[in-house]
């Protein structure tokens, strides 16, 4: 299939400042960010007519493979003489799936109103009780109690949207 440049420069365009963002949290070296990102759009683009959902959450979750097959395929090459202790894979594995979890939590939650997420940041990242968040936000706690109700199902519903599984 040959490569149709205009896709794959929409893609950059639209997602890559963020998805190299993501790679660069789980790899310090961004010489091999750029690489990461460039494959997982390439894959991507290949995989384009198929997808369906979120291309945002499709790229992370592509990117995340390419990294996890990236760190094993370095385990079967010979290792260089040096001290520093390997890290378990499914430690790998698992620090990725959180910086996914984080990036499309942090997405889905730019989506919501601000009255919702705003009311959801207070209750679950700041950890305020109802009444806290009342005083905070200088709403009623009925109010607070309300949006959190509607702002959690909304969630939810934006997490279908973008092909999160729960």
Same mark, same amino acid.
């Given at each position: =299939? %040959?490569?149709?440049?205009? /896709? ?21 070296? %961004? ?7 460039? $494959? ?8 384009? %007519? $198929? ?28 290792? $260089? ?10 430690? /790998? ?11 499309? =939590? $942090? ?60």
């Amino acid at each position: =299939m %040959p490569l149709d440049e205009d /896709v794959v420069a929409a893609i950059y365009r639209e997602h890559g400042t963020a998805l190299r963002r993501f790679v660069l949290s789980a790899s310090r070296d %961004p010489h091999l960010a750029d690489d990461i990102v460039q $494959e997982t759009v390439l894959r991507v683009w290949q995989q384009a %007519p $198929e997808i369906t959902g979120s291309m945002r959450s499709y790229l992370f979750r592509t990117a995340r493979n390419v990294m996890i097959d990236n760190y094993r395929k370095s385990q079967r090459r010979p290792q $260089e003489a040096d001290d520093r202790e390997l890290a378990d894979p499914a430690e /790998v594995t698992g620090r990725v799936d959180e910086l996914l979890n984080r990036v499309l =939590m $942090e997405e889905a939650l730019l989506r919501l109103s601000a009255e919702h997420r705003d009311v959801l940041v207070a209750l679950h990242y700041r950890r305020f009780t109802v009444n806290e968040a009342a005083v905070q936000l200088n709403i009623p706690s009925g109010t607070v109690k309300s949006r959190a109700f509607y702002a959690v199902k909304a969630l939810r519903t934006i997490l279908d949207e973008m092909g999160v599984e729960r």
